[in-house]
């Protein structure tokens, strides 16, 4: 046997939100609806996204896996400020005008759903820590340095700082090994020294947020044939309508090459997809 693999299935989570809806049908068929949360999750499963379930995600090894309420955080798929805006705009056509030109510019809808969100919590591991106990670890902040110290807040726009990786200040100016657990056995037998756990906590900073637009034009027209109200539709539809760039979570990993680098969109570039359905 290579191994033994441990499954965990119990943990405690809790989320609290502020919710609000605004809708307003508004003249000339245009319709509005905002939808805006202000959440926190928080859990003692650490590392799941949330994509394939809490527990399947996650794991127990973040510092101590006997004390939960060390590793109980910001969940890694929380999101504290989510806006959602859905629109829908039925174009006017040429009521007035000749059959041709009904045909052609009636039918017409525009309609599109508008995200904005804030990043997910980033928690920053490193392997030099926790060897007195064989488990994982967090990093562990130098003196004087915190959570607030974490992004890199410098002069130049959050895109120039993901396109450079330097999203976050450098490992080397935030993080040190953990301090040497006195009495374990590696340091009192002259071994390689035991390091503690690390201090950092969970969720201390966050990536970058996203905004996503997407958007369909659909055009209904009434073409009879099989039944006399059958419709014909065409919708063109838009993901990522103006081809924004979204980014993933920076490395977290201190001392690896990977730290600090954002390697990863969080959505595919612009796609444009067509489809027709006749409805009878």
């Known amino acids: 046997m290579g191994g033994l693999n441990r499954i965990e299935t119990y943990g405690f ?15 000339k068929g245009v319709y509005l609806q905002a939808s805006y949360t202000w959440s926190k999750v928080l859990t003692t499963v650490t590392g799941g996204d ?6 399947s995600g996650g794991s127990g090894n973040s510092n101590d ?36 030109a009904r045909v052609a ?16 919590p980033l928690t920053f591991t490193d392997t030099r820590n926790g060897t007195a106990y064989g488990t994982a670890s967090r990093a562990q902040f130098l003196a004087g340095r915190s959570n607030q110290d974490v992004l890199n807040k410098a002069g130049s726009s959050m895109l ?28 009192t037998s ?43 539709t065409f919708r063109t539809e ?16 201190v001392g690896t090459a990977s730290y600090g680098v954002i390697n990863q969109s969080s959505v ?4 444009i997809q067509f489809a027709l359905k006749y409805a009878f």
């Not at 838009?238 to 990993?253: E, L």
Request: hydrophobic share 35%.
């Open 105 to 120: 510019t009636g039918g017409w809808r525009l309609s599109g759903v508008t995200t904005f969100q804030s990043g997910k």
């Open 238 to 253: 838009f993901f990522n309508v103006w081809n924004h760039a979204q980014y993933q979570n920076p490395g977290t990993a």
């Open 50 to 55: 949330g994509l394939n379930g809490v527990f």
């Open 268 to 271: 595919a570039p612009r796609l």
């Open 160 to 187: 120039t700082r993901v396109k450079t990786n330097s999203y976050l200040n450098s490992g080397t100016t935030l993080f040190t090994a953990a301090p040497v657990v006195a009495n374990s056995v590696a340091a």
């Open 13 to 27: 989570s809790s989320y609290n939100s502020l919710q609000t809806t605004l809708k307003r049908q508004m003249s």
């Open 65 to 100: 896996p006997n004390n939960r309420y060390a590793r109980y955080g910001l969940a890694a798929y929380d999101r504290t400020n989510r806006l959602v805006v859905a629109y829908s705009w039925q174009v006017p056509g040429l009521n007035n005008a000749g059959i041709f």
């Open 190 to 232: 002259g071994g390689p020294l035991a390091l503690d756990y690390g201090s950092s906590g969970i969720g201390v900073a966050r990536g970058p947020g996203n905004n996503t637009w997407d958007a369909a034009l659909v055009k209904d027209t009434k073409v009879g044939g099989l039944r006399e109200d059958a419709t014909l």
